[in-house]
């Protein structure tokens, strides 16, 4: 059985995946990894830097891979770019290359990355919620956004810190999707990820916005099952 590891966005949790399980199960095991200081781990204290991040979560993924394991990786947004750096993580420690790597929702490591986290929480929230991620309804619930801006502050404070000008090849074959209508990303950028992969790259992109991922949620698992199963 492929094991799929799913990296989550920044500000978001790995209960994002958690319905995965049962669409993508026979074939697949699906392995959401959760971040420091939120979901399962709340109470742990968030990563002081991006590399703090991918160690650790390199980390929980080796304790679910052996010698003859079958696996991929899947990240998006902020995720995606944990994605690239894990997969680098575990090629340099010796671990078998994933059958795949799927990047959805962002540009490849070498790309400016839009800040956003030196705004007022208040325009902060409003570049947020224009991504299409947040119902209207949580959005206007000051409760709940006072719980998940910190969660959010923390996660895009590394991740805007995050700086990679000459990123190391990818080896493997991988897929890179977004949503037509995503304004956090610059969609001519999307096809840089070909660049540093010396294997294939197929592009895809979707209707939707930045989380085309809820709203295209079918044709996303389409394309996942249709590209391991190859495999």
Not at 25 to 53: D, M, W
Not at 129 to 145: A, F, R, W
Not at 209 to 217: C, L, P, R, V
Request: aromatic share 12%; net charge negative; hydrophobic share 40%.
């Amino acid at each position: 059985m492929i094991k799929l590891f799913c990296f989550p966005c920044a500000g978001g949790t790995a209960q994002m995946y958690y319905k995965w399980k049962k669409e993508l199960s026979g074939s697949f095991e699906i392995i959401p990894v959760e971040l420091a200081g939120r979901g399962l781990r709340t109470g742990e204290p968030f990563y002081k830097n991006f590399n703090e991040l991918v160690d650790d979560l390199a980390g929980r993924v080796e304790e679910r891979i052996a010698e003859n394991t079958q696996y991929a990786l899947l990240g998006f947004s902020m995720g995606a770019l944990i994605t690239y750096e894990v997969y680098q993580t575990l090629k340099k420690k010796g671990y078998v290359e994933p059958l795949h790597l799927f990047f959805l929702g962002r540009e490849a490591p070498d790309c400016k990355i839009l800040k956003i986290n030196h705004l007022s929480d208040e325009d902060f929230l409003k570049e947020i919620v224009s991504y299409e991620g947040i119902p209207n309804e949580l959005s206007e619930n000051k409760d709940i956004i006072n719980f998940f801006l910190p969660v959010l502050r923390a996660d895009f404070k590394i991740h805007e810190q995050y700086c990679n000008n000459y990123p190391l090849e990818v080896s493997t074959n991988m897929s890179v999707i977004w949503g037509k209508e995503d304004k956090s990303i610059i969609r001519s950028e999307m096809s840089s990820w070909q660049r540093i992969c010396s294997k294939v790259c197929s592009l895809y992109e979707l209707d939707g916005s930045h989380f085309f991922i809820n709203t295209q949620e079918h044709l996303v698992l389409e394309l996942i099952k249709k590209t391991l199963i190859k495999k």
